[in-house]
């Protein structure tokens, strides 16, 4: 009885870290350090009015087209690897083993996803220059914003 008590509340603190990390990673396609969605979004919708010859919008546009359609085809495999997960967390006698697996998937899915954003921004990079790259505001910390200001002291 006490075991199965105990595997029931590690299986809860396992559910309860799958739910915030894919909370956030749903809510945040792509997540944080300026590889995800969010950061591409916002470099998008700053190309058009950085002053760019008409060539590297497009080659940019391109490229950010070409890592929508992968990020696309890799949403599904990690819709899939949530809703085994969710299967996993539902059985009656759910597996600590099983849980965690699955968990090692999905992190190497949502990893790949934020892998897809970097190679993007860094192909977007290397189609400006350095003062171009500056015009489009150099993205940072996910949200293509600079770092928030520290509160007086």
Partial sequence: MMRRWKTKAAIAGVTALGIATAGA???KPGGGCGGGGHALEHLERRV???GLPAATVQAIYARLDLARNERRALDA????????MRELLDADEA?????????DT?????TEARKIGLRAMVDVRGL???EQWES????RRGDGGPPPEAPAR
């Fill in 77 to 84: 495999s990690l819709e899939a690897a949530h809703e085994r």
């Fill in 48 to 50: 058009a009015g950085a």
């Fill in 25 to 27: 990673a749903l809510a």
């Fill in 106 to 110: 999905i992190g190497a899915l949502e």
């Fill in 128 to 130: 400006v220059t350095p």
């Fill in 136 to 139: 489009l505001g150099r993205p």
């Fill in 95 to 103: 597996s600590v083993d099983s849980v965690l697996a699955q968990a």
